[in-house]
């Protein structure tokens, strides 16, 4: 009986070391070089972002970007990403929590729409996970739909 129970805490131990050890690899930091942001604003709030990166590796890592929306402020985002080699993911944050995720390899152009929302800074912020990425592209149109923290005080 005893036996049993070694075998099965040894199994234990090796499954839980072996899964410990593929969350560390593949959360390794995102390194990004040559990041270029363009951005339209209108009314004084960032409605365009095109954003080009010449290399990427890692993730995944929260990043934010300046958009000037009230706190709480939720926003409609069209967005295309493309990469020329590897594989770049992008997902938009609303609330911290992923409301589209947009993944594109080799070439390939994705576009979806989802929601982003504005944090206590007025930023967005939107989740990069790459593997040898080439020429990632990534354009956002933005356009205020809500106010969460106005709506409530109503």
Same mark, same amino acid.
């Given at each position: 009986m005893?036996k ?14 072996v ?9 390794a ?21 095109k954003?080009?990166?010449?290399? /990427? ?27 020329k080699?590897g ?11 992923? /409301?589209l ?10 576009k ?33 739909v809500?106010n969460? /923290? ?5």
């Amino acid at each position: 009986m005893n036996k049993m129970y070694f075998s099965i805490l040894t199994v234990t131990v090796s499954l839980m070391s072996v899964f410990t050890t593929a969350g560390w690899i593949a959360a390794a930091p995102l390194k990004e070089s040559n990041i270029h942001i363009s951005q339209s604003v209108d009314e004084g709030k960032v409605s365009a972002a095109k954003i080009t990166v010449d290399s /990427s590796n890692g993730g995944p890592e929260i990043v934010r970007m300046q958009a000037d929306y009230p706190p709480d402020t939720v926003i409609q985002v069209e967005a295309s990403l493309t990469v020329k080699e590897g594989s770049y993911k992008v997902e938009l944050l609303n609330k911290g929590k992923a /409301s589209l995720v947009l993944a594109a390899k080799d070439g390939k152009v994705v576009k979806g729409k989802g929601k982003m929302s504005a944090i206590a800074n007025g930023d967005v912020e939107y989740r990069v996970t790459a593997k040898n990425a080439k020429k990632a592209y990534l354009e956002l149109a933005l356009k205020a739909v809500a106010n969460t /923290s106005q709506a409530e005080k109503r």
